[in-house]
């Protein structure tokens, strides 16, 4: 495979909404109408003051603005860069219908940059009361958290099993979305609340659920979810399958070293990929941005039943990345230990499943190979069930079971984030929510008990 230049893997690879000058962000925050009862706060989950922020923008009091967003999401830098914001605020802002919806996140964006590149984070360690958490896995949920409650003086260790901090925003989301880099900075405005993050530390390998159970006034899960799975077809040890996280990662990772590293990636000249969900979409990305000649989706369902947002969908047909719907695979195929190609059957919508969904019914003799040879799997991630069953936590279909404080079965232990997201979408903000109103919960329930205890 040839190799890419410098220039078109900075093209390629930089980041899909470039920032805004600081005239274009004044111009856009002009056109605000700083709504009564705004949509878009309500449209966010995490509730940031959409219009506030904006009006300070406009008068060019970017730290205030920033300090507006991060009092309701300390992962702001994050979420303007990643939020479906088509979905959210700028799907509900009022000028979306006749004109053009404000373009939030770009604002957004604007204003957190200000605060990292200026090095100048707004917050300083509250006074200490006396109270210990652990948070487990440093994610957006359990940085969130910790965030939060150190503004409310506990100290909160962090503990962490990759070498790095920041979960999928370090690990999972393309760099044209999110560089490392960013994820790093909001680390960092967390440690600098005070809190401990200890990376490389497994807990229920390196650290027992009862020690920390015992060590901590409280404890906050927040472990996301693990690898892919298994497809349990023939094959699948084949040199050339790999799956779609380790396969992003690496992207992450080497970008974050110079984009020239990039180049070192191994990629296939035809690659399949194997399920249609957002994962799926960015790995087919990645794949074809790093030069795969061609990049085919394969998905059992029909179109309509994608589970990727509609604009990824689009983004990545004008990628020019093939789609093959109603494709079931059932084996890969290689020679000398290399995949050659994915063998799969045709299948056709059956009677409905558990879930209402037509359950694909495979069509007898309709067996075809799609010749490839890389074969990337991303059909959604494992539970870790093991873990919760450490804590003794009740869990619904390998999601720990919470109430509305995100408390779990255990009073000292509370979840959030992707571990417990058993219904709706599993995004950052979201898991920026969680950990935000775990924090409320944990120290409404502390706060109590240290009352009782008087
Ligand atoms: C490929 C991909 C792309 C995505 N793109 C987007 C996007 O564009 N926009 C968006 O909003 N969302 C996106 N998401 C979803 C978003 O990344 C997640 O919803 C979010 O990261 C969940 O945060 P979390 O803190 O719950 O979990 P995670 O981010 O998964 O963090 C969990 C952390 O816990 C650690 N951990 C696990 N077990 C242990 C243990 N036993 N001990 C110690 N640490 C442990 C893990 O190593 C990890 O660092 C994407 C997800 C994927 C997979
Ligand atoms: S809905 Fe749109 S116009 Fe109204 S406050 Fe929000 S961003 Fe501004």
Known sequence: ????????????????????????????????????????IRACPTHIDVPTFIRKISTDNLTGAAVTILEANLMAATCARVCPVEELCEGACV???????????RLQRHAMDHIYDKQKLPFTPAPSNGLRVAVVGAGPAGLSCAGELAKRGYAVTILEKNPLPGGLSTYGIVVMREPIRVALEEVALIEALGVEVRTGVEVGRDVSANQLLTDFDAVFLSVGMGSVPH??????????????LSFIAET??????????????????????????NTAIDAATIAKRLGAERVTIIYRRGEGEMP??????????NEGVEFRFFSQPVGVVGENGRVTGLECLRVEPGPPGPDGRALPQAVPGSAFIIPCDQVIK??????????????????????????????TTNPKVFAGGDCVRATGDAMTVTATQDGKVAARGIHAWLGDNALAAD
């Open 1 to 40: 495979m040839t190799r890419l230049s410098l220039e078109v893997l900075e093209e390629k690879f930089s980041e899909l909404k470039p920032p805004m000058t600081a005239r274009e962000a004044r111009v856009e925050a002009n056109r605000c109408l700083y709504c009564f009862d705004a949509p878009c």
């Open 95 to 105: 000028l979306g219908g006749d004109h053009k919806p404000i373009e939030i996140g």
């Open 231 to 244: 497809l349990g077809i023939p094959g699948e040890d084949l040199e050339g399958v790999t799956e779609a």
């Open 252 to 277: 992450k990772l080497a970008e974050k070293d110079g984009l020239e590293h990039l180049r070192e990636l191994p990629v296939g000249r035809f690659v399949t990929v194997i399920g249609a969900g």
């Open 308 to 317: 990727a947002y509609d604009f990824e969908y689009t983004f990545i047909k």
């Open 378 to 407: 991303a059909i959604g991630q494992e539970k870790r069930v093991d873990l919760f069953a450490h804590f003794g936590l009740e869990q619904e279909r390998g999601y720990v079971k919470v109430d509305a404080d995100l408390r």
